[in-house]
């Protein structure tokens, strides 16, 4: 199955690349070879953990270099009245009156503990593409469900703070 992802987290994903290839590397290369020089390697822990953290970072590098090669790219356009992908949305949960603000992102960027929940998720679903007003049912499973409102759909949401979330 491939990944979609949107114009910007594919920007996101190489200016990732490029600051590990730039500055980590470096750092990282330069780190093994001084505490090579400590001398004997099979008692030199700094030695080990420094190669531990050179090779993350190269698996991180080769991961996200995969991930766009792979990836299926997506539109984050929609109309100016519905849910899309980026947005912002206030939703009012039928049950107990409460009030939720969420952001839908793809799923490489979803965090529901920070509120990004994936265009994938049965929430996600369930809004993308409606209006201020209009009501989502919310699958759950087969046998678990709900509605939300759609409050506010804020289509200005500032994306600088989002980072691709790490495996």
Do not use: C, W
């Not at 369930?126 to 046998?143: F, I, S, T």
């Amino acid at each position: 199955m491939y990944d979609e992802l949107t114009p910007g987290d594919i920007k996101k994903m190489e200016e990732e690349i490029e600051y590990r290839k730039l500055v980590v590397r470096p750092k990282a290369l330069e780190e093994v070879k001084e505490t090579r020089a400590h001398g004997d390697l099979s008692e030199n822990f700094e030695y080990h953990a420094a190669k531990k953290v050179k090779n993350q970072n190269e698996s991180r590098i080769r991961y996200l270099e995969r991930m766009i090669r792979t990836a299926r790219v997506i539109s984050d356009d929609s109309a100016e009245d519905e849910v899309g992908i980026n947005n912002t949305v206030t939703v009012e949960f039928a049950e107990d009156g409460s009030r939720e603000v969420y952001r839908i992102v793809t799923t490489v960027r979803g965090n529901s503990l920070e509120g990004l929940i994936s265009n994938e998720s049965p929430m996600g679903k369930a809004l993308l593409g409606k209006k201020e007003g209009d009501v989502a049912h919310v699958q759950v499973n087969e046998h678990i469900g709900y509605d939300v409102r759609i409050v506010k759909i804020d289509k200005t949401a500032d994306e600088d703070g989002d980072r691709i979330r790490s495996f």
